[in-house]
Each structure stands twice: as structure tokens, then as C-alpha cells.
Nanobody, 120 residues
């Protein structure tokens, strides 16, 4: 049973920085990609950034140049470094791991969510 545990709950001021972590426990078979999503109150969950098994990254336009996604394969951990934070970055952030199943199909694992609040 794979579980994703997030850390990095934070209240920061505009322009501040925060790093989120997502650690996976359990064995993951053939990882496809990892990613961060966020959901602000009253909005749908949206993609923030992804990183594939070969290290390719992708960012939402709203965070390009400010956020950096990275991973530590040895620790099965993913990070999101958030700089120059803005009030509109306030949301609950979720980590996600996608992997293949041994006998076909895919798994989609989600963290419990961590609140990031940026004060103006």
C-alpha cells in the first residue's frame, strides 16, 4: 500500500518562499510521473507542476519562473520550491504519483493535501 505524506504547511507573506515535500512510503512499480496540484477555495483542482520518470518538467504558466519541482529518487520524495509567492498562490496543495501496475493499468496516488496561505 503506497501512501504519500506531504509536509510544508505554511503561512508566508507576499514575496516569501516555501518548500513542500511529498514522501512516498511503500513500493512503487514503474513510476510514470509525479506532480503537484492545487485547489483554491471555490475553484477546481489545477495542475501546478509535473516531473516525469526521465526528469522532464512542466509548469503551469502562472508559476513558471517562480516554482521549481524536483525529486530525490533514492528517498522516493518530491519537492516543490515556491519563491516570490503571491496571494493568488493560496490553496491546498496536493502531490500525485502516477505509476504502472505490474499486470496492466495505472495507479494514481494522492497526498492528503497541505495548506499554503500567502498574506498580502
Amino acid at each position: 500500500q503506497v501512501q504519500l505524506v506531504e509536509s510544508g504547511v505554511g503561512l508566508v507573506q507576499t514575496g516569501g518562499s516555501l518548500r513542500l515535500s511529498c514522501a512516498a512510503s511503500g513500493s512503487i512499480f514503474r513510476l510514470i510521473a509525479m506532480g503537484w496540484y492545487r485547489q483554491a477555495s471555490g475553484n477546481q483542482r489545477e495542475l501546478v507542476a509535473t516531473i516525469t520518470s526521465d526528469g522532464s518538467t512542466n509548469y503551469a504558466d502562472s508559476v513558471k519562473g517562480r516554482f521549481t519541482i524536483s525529486r530525490d529518487n533514492a528517498k522516493n520524495t518530491m519537492y516543490l520550491q515556491m519563491n516570490s509567492l503571491k496571494p493568488e498562490d493560496t490553496a491546498t496543495y496536493y502531490c500525485n504519483f502516477k505509476s504502472f501496475r505490474p499486470l496492466g493499468g495505472r495507479n494514481d496516488y494522492w497526498g492528503q493535501g497541505t495548506q499554503v496561505t500567502v498574506s498580502s
